[in-house]
């Protein structure tokens, strides 16, 4: 939709639908390791987005498949901890093993309120603390983090980027749209954020962009399924 081409390294399967997350079968290391590398090893990789990554052994192959690339290659990692319905998409050592082994390594996080809560290990229900936790990511891992908004309660969304030095946040929002069709979200943010990063856009017009395609998409859901249903990607192609 955005002029990229995605190679997946698929690190574990699963069955879901709208309404819930009923069965997780995570890939073997090894295998994850050996998708990365025959994609590397032909076309080539202009950017990269990493989101769920179930446990330490399936982390521990990514890094690896890691270091195999430039170190300039920009990198967003969504860390995807629970799916839309609540259910734990990882397992217990993968939070802190994502933090060890790839946090540094990312041009970009992109965490959402529960998520940001989880690390910080603290309530964040106001912008100011949000912001406080994504600043002190940030600096700790030298590197770029957006807190999302979208789970907060306010009229709203308001997203905000933080940098890894000491120069100003910056602060996006739109309104809110009332619709519980919002499956896949963070991935399809973190995806197209990753993919203008590939085409040589600087972070903060990436960000930008990528809101806007997202709120489109969201607009454009098709309404499908009894619980959180897809958004619209394709409806957003045609309105383009």
Do not use: D, K, Q
């Given at each position: 939709m955005l002029g990229g081409f995605a190679m997946t390294a698929l690190t574990a399967a699963t069955a879901q639908n709208s309404i819930g997350v009923q069965a997780i079968a995570p890939m073997s290391p090894d295998f994850v390791r050996q998708q990365i590398a025959s994609c590397i090893e032909d076309i080539g990789v202009d950017a990269v987005k990493i989101g769920m990554l179930h446990d330490r052994g399936?982390?521990?192959?990514?890094?690896?498949?890691l270091a195999e690339l430039d170190n300039s290659l920009p990198i967003v990692l969504d860390p995807v901890m629970v799916s839309t319905s609540g259910v734990p998409l990882i397992a217990p050592d993968a939070m802190a093993a994502n933090e060890d082994l790839l946090f540094s390594r990312a041009t970009l996080l992109t965490p959402n309120l529960p998520e940001l809560e989880l690390m910080a290990e603290t309530e964040l229900r106001s912008l100011d603390l949000m912001a406080k936790a994504a600043q002190s990511l940030a600096q700790e891992y030298g590197c770029f983090v957006l807190a999302k908004g979208g789970h907060t309660e306010d009229k709203r969304v308001i997203d905000v980027l933080v940098p890894p030095d000491d120069s100003p946040a910056m602060h996006?929002?739109?309104?809110?749209?009332?619709?519980?069709?919002?499956?896949?979200?963070?991935?399809?943010?973190?995806?197209a954020i990753a993919t203008l990063l590939g085409h040589g856009q600087n972070i903060e017009h990436a960000v930008q962009l990528s809101r806007q395609f997202v709120h489109q998409a969201i607009q454009a859901a098709p309404g499908f399924g009894g619980g959180n249903g897809p958004l619209g990607h394709q409806a957003v192609r045609q309105k383009a």
């Open positions: 399936i982390i521990e192959a990514v890094a690896a498949g996006f929002e739109h309104a809110r749209i009332e619709t519980p069709h919002t499956h896949g979200t963070g991935c399809t943010l973190s995806a």
